[in-house]
């Protein structure tokens, strides 16, 4: 990716004086998981996956930050935002899971530019990035994917098949020596990155390309 990566600020108002972005809860101190995707469809293992970070990285709450697109993927076809915002609000259902559509505020779809801007407006906050195994393949071809590493621990969570090769992807190796025991799971919000573990539990065969699939054949 080429495109410059500069951190967006929010537009003015009439008065000249920058909108503030309105965050989620968070407070110093608090345990948060970031969880990016364009959401297209929201679907369970994406709550599960989150659910399973909750409760074995000993999280306060999770962000799920509803991109307005992926620039690694066609997305001439992508549902609204508006529309994926309302699913994924509907299906996470979760007292300690917020959806958001920061990313489309800050005017972005770079997670680096995301991560960036929320470690530098929330200081003493705990990040950690949460990804499925399968973006653990492809990490490598993320914009500036080592700083987002240098930034905040990462969790990879099994996915079915997925799981076979993510840690020897051209990441994997990369990150190996960064790489934590499962076992310390929840020390991880409490290291300084890099630092990134990979959590076994899930195994669900649910993708978001899958269900868009089956969704154009039933609208044919």
């Not at 299906?91 to 470690?119: F, K, M, N, Q």
């Not at 990490?139 to 090769?165: C, E, M």
């Not at 991880?188 to 890099?194: D, G, N, S």
């Amino acid at each position: 990716m080429t495109r410059e990566h500069a951190l967006p600020r929010p537009a003015r108002t009439a008065t000249g004086a920058r909108d503030r972005l309105v965050l989620p809860p968070h407070a110093r101190g608090m345990r948060i998981g970031l969880f990016g995707g364009t959401f297209d469809p929201a679907h369970a293992a994406h709550r599960a996956a989150c659910l399973l970070a909750l409760r074995r990285l000993d999280l306060d709450r999770v962000w799920w930050l509803v991109t307005p697109g992926n620039p690694l993927k066609d997305t001439s076809e992508l549902a609204p935002l508006s529309t994926r915002l309302a699913a994924a609000t509907a299906l996470a259902h979760h007292p300690r899971i917020d959806v958001t559509d920061l990313e489309a505020e800050l005017g972005t779809t770079y997670t680096y530019a995301t991560i960036s801007y929320l470690v530098r407006r929330c200081p003493g906050v705990r990040f950690v990035w949460i990804m499925g195994a399968d973006n653990l393949r492809s990490f490598d071809r993320w914009q500036h994917w080592r700083g987002i590493a240098a930034l905040v621990p990462i969790v990879v969570i099994d996915r079915l098949g997925p799981s076979l090769y993510a840690s020897a992807s051209a990441a994997g190796q990369a990150l190996a020596r960064f790489r934590i025991p499962e076992s310390a799971a929840k020390t991880l919000p409490e290291r300084k990155p890099p630092a990134w573990i990979y959590l076994h539990g899930l195994k669900s065969p649910l993708s978001s390309t899958a269900l868009r699939a089956a969704r154009a054949l039933q609208n044919g």
